[in-house]
């Protein structure tokens, strides 16, 4: 067992309704349980950030399933690393939706996906996630 996490962005192709996003984490949970694959995915229209913990093979399996899925694009891997425990240990995928005026300027998924630059900050990215998860949104 060699415990990891994987962060990544990417952009949706479609205009993601409660009902879009409900379904997609309706497809998700039950294969993260299956694998033990813990986190939190936010929704920053039109952005998607995700984190994924678990066994090093499970998240990279997760991460390649994620990547295929046509709903969205530009999917880019921001930071994959060993931990030692998970932080969102209790959900098999937490969700929220987040408006750009609600975080700092600083975490401008824009401007990464212009400059590339947005990789530097993950412990930006990390914080994000962090401060939403005791906030799943359904
Ligand atoms: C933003 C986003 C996040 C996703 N998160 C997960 C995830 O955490 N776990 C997972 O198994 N699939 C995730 N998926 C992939 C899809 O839900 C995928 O349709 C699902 O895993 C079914 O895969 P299958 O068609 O190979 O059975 C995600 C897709 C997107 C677009």
């Given at each position: 067992?060699?415990?990891?996490?994987?962060?990544?962005?990417?952009?949706?192709?479609?205009?993601?309704?409660?009902?879009?996003?409900?379904?997609?984490?309706?497809?998700?949970?039950?294969?993260?349980?299956?694998?033990?694959v813990?986190?939190?995915?936010l929704?920053?229209?039109p952005?998607?950030v995700?984190?994924l913990e678990?066994?090093?093979e499970?998240?990279?399996?997760?991460?390649?399933?994620i990547?295929?899925?046509?709903?969205?694009?530009?999917?880019s891997?921001i930071?994959?690393?060993?931990?030692?425990?998970?932080?969102?240990?209790?959900?098999?995928?937490?969700?929220?939706?987040?408006?750009e005026?609600?975080?700092?300027?600083?975490?401008?998924l824009?401007?990464?996906?212009?400059s590339?630059?947005?990789?530097?900050?993950?412990?930006?990215?990390?914080?994000?996630l962090?401060m939403?998860?005791n906030e799943?949104?359904?």
């Amino acid at each position: 067992m060699s415990l990891h996490c994987l962060i990544y962005t990417s952009v949706a192709k479609q205009k993601m309704t409660d009902n879009c996003l409900k379904s997609l984490l309706d497809r998700t949970r039950p294969k993260n349980s299956a694998l033990s694959v813990t986190g939190m995915l936010l929704y920053i229209d039109p952005y998607f950030v995700q984190i994924l913990e678990g066994d090093l093979e499970d998240v990279c399996e997760t991460f390649t399933r994620i990547s295929k899925d046509p709903i969205h694009h530009k999917v880019s891997l921001i930071l994959k690393k060993p931990i030692t425990e998970r932080n969102f240990a209790n959900l098999a995928m937490g969700f929220n939706k987040v408006s750009e005026k609600d975080i700092d300027s600083f975490v401008s998924l824009e401007a990464f996906y212009k400059s590339e630059s947005f990789r530097k900050q993950s412990k930006e990215i990390i914080e994000l996630l962090e401060m939403f998860k005791n906030e799943t949104l359904f």
